[in-house]
């Protein structure tokens, strides 16, 4: 149950970002409903507004408190507007952040102190404030949002603002890496020539026509998120859990946290998608990329010491591989594969021609053949451990499981399974469609085929199938027969979502009391 305050703070209506969002969403609700006229909600949309967010929160907040804090939301619409009207701040969406350099930032706060206010927090509401607020809400609530750039509230005149989503994030982190790793950047930025590649690749791949500067800024704004994280970490209490990429910490360390640097609250939800690919790119040894990042410990963890250049050119005439390169060779020996051209030497040379083209690396055609062979061993590897009885993969961690004491008789016996003990395998799958012989395997993400055991390969089956089961749409069916407040517009629509592997599993992680917040949020669009 969502709590936002004390009975002795209920007369002052203490408010929380959830229940400001919840709001603020009723709000627009009763706008694109018709119920407000000359800018004021008519008297049975408050009631509808404060009957729903009582039932929503649990609390008992009259209309009188909800009109106190329209008119909070009010000054905090202006406030961003008024600096968005700025010449140098740009919005972005993505993170709901203000954008600009740290002097235009320092100027406009030396004449506005409460701007520091907004930058250190941003306005994860502010889509629905231009709704509320804009002068032309009234009557084209649709268009009424901010877009890159100064302060417009047209969309359809306006160009294309740079919306990120987690899978466009990924596509720019690898290209970012790849830069990385072939010493593009000094002094903590990328040359000119690797941002020239980035933007290039990134557009080809995505199939989007963001510019350079979209780009720039979208990097500056994964560093100060990279950063945030990596504060937190820097603290005993918090620690990172690796299969869900979330920051965590008991409820009551949040809490503390949260009330000094209520900015934290959006890592607390969202989490960290692509922190260890981050940590490579912005941390100190970043350029370096051998850090390997802990899992379920704290970020405090000393790194690896950059290698000298020698090493890298070293390195360099060995191919040396990362996650990114893995999963992009992969992805063209599966495509030759499935054409049934791997013995030919076209497929091989096609293969060699885009793979240093995307990466924007020379690795010859052996390096590329060897670097196969280092994957079969891979997946050979990790066969033989789930070939053994107790032994199961779980999908969300990318990883063999089993009991510590089965480990130890193990790798006793087979020192070479130590490699991939406790280390995930974000790859798998695409080992098992490339190296497997059987389709069933690959369906199951499995690595028991060929076994003698008839039974063993069933079991084996139901392990790994049962490992993913959690955020099945069935799963996700199931939380959401069991919620309250969920009408049949919102149900039909939540089924539409779960089509989507990454909503799935956000709706399972997130805490039960924003569950329903979140899916109005999601599906707002569809209903």
Known sequence: MVVCQSDQDQSRAKWTTFCTKMFADLLVEQIRKGNRSSGAFSKLAWKIIRDEFNRQTGLKFDKQQLKNHLDVLRKRYNSVKAILDHPGFTWDASQSMLLAQDDVWQKYIEAHPEADTVRKRGCDIYEQLCIIFSSDSGTNVNHAFIVLGTA????????????????????????????????????????????????HEFNRQTKLNYDKQQLKNHHGVLRKWYHSVRSLLNQDDFSWDKSRCMVIAENDVWAKCIEKHPEVEAIRVKGCPHYEQLDRIFSESGSSGNYAFPESQTAASKMDS???????????????????????????????????????KKAWKHIREEFNYKTGLQFDGEQLRNHQNVLKRLYNNIKSVLDHSGFSWDNSRNMVM??????????????????IRNKECPIFKQLCALFSESKAEETYILSSH???????????????????DRFSISSCIEVLNEMAGVDEELYLAASDLFQDPDRRETFICIKSEIKLAWLKAKCKHLL
């Open 152 to 199: 417009v509230h047209q969309i359809d005149e306006d160009p294309p603002r740079a919306k990120w989503t987690v899978p466009l994030e990924k596509i720019f982190v690898d290209l970012m890496l790849q830069q990385v790793f072939q010493e593009n950047r000094s002094n903590n930025a990328f040359s000119n020539k690797a941002w020239k590649y980035i933007h």
């Open 306 to 344: 950059p290698p000298s250049e020698d090493q890298f050119k070293r390195d360099q005439s060995r191919a040396k591989w990362s996650a990114p390169l893995d999963k992009i060779l992969l992805d063209l020996l599966i495509e030759q594969t499935g054409q049934n051209k791997m013995s030919n």
């Open 402 to 419: 089993a009991d510590d004491e089965l480990w130890e008789k193990y790798t006793t016996a087979h020192p070479e399974a130590e490699t």
């Open 450 to 468: 060929d076994v003698p055991s008839t039974n063993k390969r069933a079991a084996g089956a139901a392990a790994v199938a049962h490992s993913g």
